[in-house]
């Protein structure tokens, strides 16, 4: 980091948090009348945004486990409330993702948003602040803040420029996420009057608190609050049924961003803050975690099998392929977290690609539903082609980056859970069932609708878009050291973490305590 100077250093996370924030209040500025300009500036925003997070890229160092780039000044001294933001092994690739997708997703705007340009690009700009800060953020209470903050763009990118049912779909995303959240409020509450209760210091600071040895029992309610509000924005199985809808009824960019940034918020908030902060309880959790986990595989699977829409198919994907992600953080070892954590990149990349592709269609024909194309091969061969790319992305071939991802999650999680790491294979079966059924029926055979023989074929906007998930894909796929360097040793340090706090609480614990006695004081 010695070759990044000192004062844009300490100040580079705050400028990536608060650029967009400028490049919104510039387009208030903007005529309305001009919507090229509008879209171009938004442009230029995320791009330049992306061009400002390469330093992170290159400047984390990935032998050491402390927080980088830290800046921290007080916010609300007298609450022991800081402006505290820092990036490690856990957040880099995260952010890396969020600023490397925007621009991709506005580029792929400009012929799909006609109306109400310039507050669709404000809301997006908006939403990329929060994001950005989420993943930043040190402080609780600032975390928080960023959390909620995505709610609303999202909720008015749904609701106003979504399809038929967009203001049911756009109304259930904001009470789902937030009922979650205001749990979680209460457990940061609760951690801080407990802090203080341990040392006399009121504090947000996350640091400080995973110091803290927190009683058993309090870790058990507190995780499940903060966990909620995690597994709903996964959202893991039972707490899925918003996602389909929400992704469905958003705009082609909206659904991008929901699934490759705003669904790893919540696998993200688990690794960050669940885990860590309380992992006694994770530990003891960890076989009814993972069994949900399956379940979401399994069920998501199945369900996408059915779907007529195309949209709806690769939306109950997610549901399957983030509870890969969760199986692997809850094996609660190297292996299980860092093919987690990589498969949260994995797949930004390639279900943001195949939401993408969905849009291209879309625009040209109006219609998702799978009957209404076929023999598309003989008539666009360079968006078949592509789309075979990401098809088989999604579904884990080897040389492709969901493999990777994949292969270390089985591996971190068949030791401690090996009849559900066994289950979970039967999901990557699926995963190639409804991605080649899908793929097959839309591609090959004869052209029967007429409306389909004179379709055109990617323009040079699409390919320009397309073509760096595509090169990601591959980097991944063929050499995945590249970004498990820098995740290694911050992820050893959480593992080493949690399980010096885990065996601290074993050696206090009575011999052959039940689960109930130990959380419910059963048997008393």
């Known amino acids: 980091m010695t070759w990044i100077p ?58 050491t486990a402390a927080m980088q780039f830290v800046r921290r000044a007080p916010w609300i001294p007298g ?51 929060g994001m950005v800060g989420v993943f930043l953020a040190i402080d609780l209470f600032l975390f928080y803040i960023f959390w909620e903050i995505v709610l609303v763009p999202m909720y008015f990118l749904i609701g106003v420029w979504g399809s038929d049912r967009r203001i049911y779909s756009a109304i259930k995303f904001f009470l789902y996420t ?33 110091e803290l040895s927190i009683p058993v029992k309090l870790q058990f309610w507190m995780f499940a609050a903060f966990a909620l509000a995690f597994a709903v924005k996964v959202p893991m199985f039972p707490f899925h049924t918003w996602l389909p809808d929400a992704h469905v009824d958003a705009p082609t960019s909206g659904s991008v961003i929901l699934a490759a940034i705003l669904l790893k918020m919540g696998t993200y908030g688990f690794l960050r803050f669940a885990m860590p902060l309380f992992p006694v309880a994770a530990f003891d959790l960890m076989p009814f975690v993972g069994a949900l986990a399956v379940i979401g595989i399994i069920y998501g699977a199945l369900v996408a099998m059915v779907q007529k829409d195309m949209k709806k198919l690769v939306a109950y994907s997610s549901v399957s392929h983030l509870g890969f992600v969760m199986l692997g953080l809850f094996a609660l070892n190297v292996q299980g ?29 109006h ?27 999604s579904l884990g071939l080897p040389g492709l980056n969901n493999f990777v991802g994949e292969f270390l999650i089985l591996m971190g999680a068949f030791q401690p859970m090996r009849g559900l790491t066994v289950a979970a294979t039967v999901g990557i079966v699926y995963a190639a069932v409804y991605m080649l059924w899908m793929y097959q029926r839309v591609m090959f055979g004869t052209v029967t609708n ?38 290694e040793t911050s992820v050893s340090a959480v593992v080493t973490r949690m399980e010096e706090k885990r065996q601290a609480a074993l050696a206090e614990r009575p011999s052959g305590e039940s689960l109930l006695a130990r959380y419910f004081d059963a048997g008393k």
């Not at 990349?349 to 040209?364: D, K, N, P």
Request: contains cysteine.
């Open 178 to 210: 937030f009922a979650g959240s205001v749990l979680m409020l209460v457990a940061i509450i609760a951690l801080y009057f407990h802090h203080h209760e341990v040392t006399g210091v009121y504090t947000t600071n996350l640091l400080s608190m995973y």
């Open 337 to 365: 977290i860092q093919g987690g954590l990589l498969q949260m990149v994995n797949h930004g990349i390639s279900t943001g690609a195949l939401f993408l592709l969905v849009g291209i269609l879309y625009e040209r024909r």
């Open 79 to 129: 609450f022991g409330i800081e402006y505290h933001v820092g990036v490690d092994g856990i957040s880099l690739w995260l952010v890396m993702l969020t600023t490397f997708l925007m621009p991709i997703a506005i580029l792929s705007t400009y012929e799909a948003v006609e109306e109400h340009v310039k507050e669709f690009m404000i809301f997006m700009l908006v939403l990329e602040v």
């Open 367 to 393: 219609t998702r539903l799978i009957s209404e194309y076929g023999g598309l091969f003989k008539v666009i061969p360079l968006f078949a082609t592509v789309f075979m790319i990401v098809t088989l992305s």
């Open 6 to 63: 000192a004062c844009l250093a300490s100040n580079l996370l705050t400028a990536l948090i608060f650029f967009p924030l400028a490049g919104a209040l510039l387009l208030f500025f903007l005529p309305r009348e001009n919507p090229r300009l509008i879209r171009n500036t938004t442009l230029l925003v995320t791009l330049a945004e992306f061009l400002l997070s390469l330093p992170l890229a290159i400047g984390v160092n990935g032998p």
């Open 450 to 487: 007429e409306k389909n023989r004179r379709l055109p074929d990617m323009n040079a906007r699409e390919v320009a878009y397309m073509l760096p998930l595509l090169l990601f894909v591959f980097w991944i796929g063929l050499y995945p050291q590249t970004f498990l360097r820098k995740m």
